[in-house]
């Protein structure tokens, strides 16, 4: 083996000079943020075919590999971290919870057993009650740390799975789901595709779902679901990813409950207002839900990859993401490979942790209400540029339209070549719309004046 591969000792100094160079390139994209190009330039797209090259047969160097990526990495990223990307639904990053992960990333803990990580099962078992705290949730809830919604949603759809079937005493773990007695999905029409692709995943078939019809903002109307069962599961959304809207939970849950049906909410998120004293009218009864799916990465600005299920039913979910093994030692502690599809897992509750034990609860109230903020804000001030806003603001997003469709997309062309600002498209209707997101705390009042004047001179020369 190489002279690199074969240091005994963990970070020897010539090491450590790996890490001071990375850091130092770190800060220097980090000094820039705020001022580059929000969407790389087409010269940095090019360069990275720099990249391109045949597996190397021997050693390379390890100072230059770093050089390397920083020169031609570092341009051709899209700045999600700085104050101008509305894009999808993409949070920014908390300097402390990134910290948080470097620190993290140099222990390197596999956090599948107790045995082998005492303080991520330390963490997790504080951070779930902390979770549990501010969603107003009971003590029975129990939470998994996965890397996101889609896999926090499979999560909460397989332990409903499991529970609903086995009410017919069939344990689908052990008999499957071809011959399973048949479970009813129940679900609205502008459901998040993460959803539909659980649904899939879990052998129901996306053809089975019994669709609800939704309002003029995308809400389920309860007038409209079908009579529920104990064989039901319905899934709901706090946060619809065009309008921002929140179904009706308080009204439907009810329904659920008296029927004794699961309901899922997706709040990737959304779910995060029910922290805010200011917005949390919008999450009322999501408490009467049996389980919820929910993003550190977007709302809460962990870090990427950092998603939770909550789930009330702590049996249906361990159950539903069991293994099992004659070497796997479970104990009276928290074995955080019980709540997840993962058995080796990085500790991504670290950087959740820190982020929730910075801001605490009237941090979290701050942030959410702040991006709620400037939402408002760049609905407002769009509109006195004379631009369509299609959605009633209730959260953090925004649709904005042209007089045409023609108009809208060509603006939003000249957006994203600008550089200014990142916007996506969808349609919402009938009608082509700029999707607004405002997810990072690093958005001031300033950037979103800043991105008003691009929409402008872009609908301009559209
Ligand atoms: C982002 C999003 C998802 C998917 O979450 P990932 O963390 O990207 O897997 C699901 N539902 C909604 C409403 C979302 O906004």
Not at 2 to 9: C, D, E, I, S, T
Not at 263 to 288: C, M, P, Y
Request: proline content about 2%; overall charge negative.
């Amino acid at each position: 083996m190489g002279k690199n591969l074969r240091a005994k000792m963990f970070l020897d100094m010539k090491q450590k000079e790996l890490f001071r160079q990375v850091q130092s390139y770190a800060f220097d994209y980090a000094d820039r943020a705020f001022e580059r190009n929000v969407f790389p330039t087409g010269e940095a797209i090019k360069d990275l075919d720099q990249f391109m090259e045949d597996l190397p047969a021997g050693e390379g160097d390890a100072s230059e590999i770093l050089a390397k990526l920083h020169q031609y990495g570092s341009p051709a990223t899209v700045s999600q971290t700085g104050g101008r990307y509305f894009g999808f639904v993409t949070g920014g990053i908390l300097p402390v919870s990134l910290s948080a992960r470097w620190l993290a990333d140099v222990w390197d803990q596999n956090t599948a057993l107790y045995a082998m990580s005492p303080l991520a099962s330390k963490l997790e078992e504080i951070t779930e009650g902390w979770l549990r705290d501010l969603f107003g949730f009971s003590d029975d809830v129990v939470a998994g740390f996965v890397s996101g919604s889609s896999s926090a949603i499979f999560c909460g759809l397989a332990a409903a799975r499991y529970r609903t079937l086995i009410k017919s005493d069939w344990d689908v773990n052990k008999k499957g789901v071809r011959a399973a007695p048949r479970v009813r999905i129940v679900t609205s029409r502008e459901i998040h595709s993460a959803v539909l692709k659980a649904i899939a995943l879990l052998g129901f078939g996306t053809d089975n779902i019994e669709w609800v019809d939704t309002d003029t903002q995308g809400r389920i109307m309860p007038s409209r679901i079908p009579v529920l069962d104990e064989r039901t599961i319905l899934i709901l959304q706090a946060g619809h990813v065009g309008t921002g809207a929140f179904d009706p939970f308080d009204e439907v849950c009810a329904l659920a409950n008296r029927a004794n049906a699961w309901v899922h909410i997706d709040g990737a998120f959304g779910l995060w207002v029910a922290g805010s004293e200011r917005l949390k009218n919008l999450t009322q009864g999501i408490e009467k839900a049996n389980s919820w799916s929910v993003d550190g990465h977007k709302t809460l600005n962990t870090p990427y990859d950092n998603g939770i299920v909550l789930c009330k039913d702590k049996e249906a979910l361990v159950q539903a993401l069991q293994a099992s093994g004659s070497y796997l030692s479970f104990s009276e502690d928290r074995d955080g490979m019980l709540y997840t599809p993962e058995m080796s897992r990085r500790a991504r509750v670290i950087e959740l942790w820190a982020a929730l034990k910075y801001l605490g609860r009237n941090g979290v109230d701050e942030l959410v209400f702040g991006l709620h903020e400037r939402a408002v804000q760049i609905a407002r001030e769009l509109e006195a540029e004379g631009f369509r806003i299609l959605n009633d603001v209730v959260f953090n997003q925004v649709l904005v339209a042209c007089e045409s469709d023609e108009i809208t997309n060509r603006t939003l062309s000249h957006i994203q070549h600008s550089g200014e600002c990142w916007l996506g498209g969808a349609t919402w209707g009938d009608q082509s719309v700029i999707r607004v997101s405002v997810c990072s705390w690093a958005t001031t009042a300033e950037d979103i004046s800043r991105s008003v004047r691009a929409f402008v001179t872009a609908q301009k020369h559209a």
